[in-house]
């Protein structure tokens, strides 16, 4: 026994009995001293246990985390993040709100019909994009000159023709990060400019819009210009891929016809954009259009053609970005489609992974349907999805900062329902980029 146990015996009252046992004991255990000394010759060891070190658990890189987070999201969710929808009404109320719970939009597109003043546009960024589970990307057309949305406010701006005639790189500079400043202040986070088409005829698309008429020089100015934008907080998009320098036709009323070699196309119109996707920057997205290349491909305009979109950009230019659709109510995509649903379907098919289009809760849930009809159909795979749904999220992680919830599975949207109405055919293509 230790000492301090055995003193502690003494404060116990010592009856004639607990005495009696305890000399008993002691006088036992001296007597048996010998015997247990012959007996047990070699103590018998406690087994050994080697404590393990327990690994800490691997950390996450930002693609795993965000592709395991796709793994868990509801398909509804998913198809959201694909589409880029555009309100039609001067505020946040009514059926945006109702676009805005139900589809759950990765992208949202504004024009200056909505723009009536400075307090209404960005009460209405700031009340669409709290309610995005996911931020999204709040998106303007603003090139400058006449396609610009935020005159309204802050009054209209050089166009990329008047900027390139300045060959001046700090100029061009200056005003992409003056019009990234007006963006910001008003909620926009994305612009959808540049345009890197390389005018080589004169044609209604190219007026005022274009930073040049060779090659050397759209790269310069136009990627002063993304600089601009993009060093000072705003997504920068290069459009319209492959080119439409040498268009006649406007692709809002018809689908322009690119007669080029394929020669052409690489020194001319693919110039710019294989320049600026291997700079210091490149660019957030790329936008393409529903223009034909029969070099490339005789029978698809590009916004839907797997030869372009794929083959060309993705395979031969190794651009592994966001690709946007310009949008698909115009005239040039739909005398090759059925609806603007199926030139979606076809859209994502080809290679694109955003649609812009749907203004109303009808044309969402009808683009909606198609997709999942098209991928029950087996004309999408959910591989195609889940690709297009990566490249947004880590365009979102890498330029918005956001990231994946580490705990919480996605917040679900709701099925939505067909509405018993529709705004019907809107003619807003004056606005289109």
């Excluded at 200056?174 to 910001?184: F, I």
């Excluded at 949207?413 to 019907?424: E, L, M, Q, R």
Aim: with cysteine; net charge negative; proline share 7%.
């Amino acid at each position: 026994m230790k000492p301090q146990r055995i003193k502690s015996l003494f404060f116990y009252p010592i009856t004639g009995l607990t005495l009696f046992l305890f000399l008993t004991t002691a006088f036992s255990s001296c007597a048996s001293t010998s015997v247990a000394q012959t007996i047990i010759k070699t103590p018998t060891l406690r087994p050994t246990f080697t404590a393990t070190a327990t690994a800490a658990p691997a950390q996450l890189t930002l693609e795993q985390s965000i592709r395991a987070y796709i793994s868990s999201m509801p398909l509804n969710d998913k198809i959201g993040q694909l589409l880029v929808l555009q309100f039609i009404t001067d505020g946040y109320y009514g059926d945006s709100v109702t676009m805005m719970q139900n589809y759950q939009p990765g992208g949202l597109i504004l024009y200056h019909f909505e723009i009536p003043n400075q307090s209404s546009i960005t009460s209405m960024t700031s009340a669409a994009q709290k309610d995005a589970h996911i931020p999204m990307l709040i998106m303007a057309d603003q090139e400058g000159g006449f396609i610009d949305q935020l005159y309204p406010i802050f009054g209209h701006t050089s166009t990329a023709t008047l900027i390139g005639l300045t060959h001046n790189p700090q100029y061009a500079y200056q005003q992409g990060a003056m019009e990234a400043e007006h963006l910001k202040e008003v909620g926009f986070n994305t612009n959808l400019a540049p345009d890197v088409d390389v005018e080589t005829v004169h044609g209604p698309d190219q007026a005022t819009r274009t930073f040049g008429y060779n090659a050397p020089d759209v790269v310069t100015m136009a990627g002063a210009f993304l600089d601009g934008l993009q060093q000072n907080g705003v997504i920068g998009t290069l459009k319209h891929f492959p080119g439409l320098g040498a268009s006649n036709v406007d692709a809002h009323l018809g689908l322009p016809v690119i007669n080029e070699t394929k020669s052409q196309i690489e020194s001319i119109d693919l110039q710019p954009y294989r320049d600026l996707l291997n700079s210091y920057d490149p660019p957030g997205m790329i936008m393409t259009t529903d223009l034909l290349m029969p070099a490339i491909d005789p029978n698809l305009p590009a916004e839907i053609s797997p030869a372009i979109i794929t083959g060309l950009l993705r395979d031969q230019l190794h651009y592994n970005g966001v690709i946007i659709t310009d949008a698909l109510y115009m005239r040039g995509v739909l005398e090759k489609t059925q609806d603007m649903y199926q030139a979606g379907v076809l859209a994502l098919k080809a290679g694109c992974d955003m649609l812009l289009g749907p203004s109303t809760s009808y044309t969402a849930l009808m683009m909606v349907n198609a997709i999942k009809d098209a991928i029950h159909s087996g004309v999408l795979t959910m591989a195609n999805i889940d690709q297009s749904v990566y490249r947004v999220l880590m365009l979102k992680a890498q330029k918005l900062g956001w990231r994946p919830p580490k705990t919480s599975q996605p917040a679900s949207t709701p099925s939505p329902t067909a509405p018993y109405f529709s705004f019907g055919p809107m003619d807003v293509w004056q606005n289109a980029i």
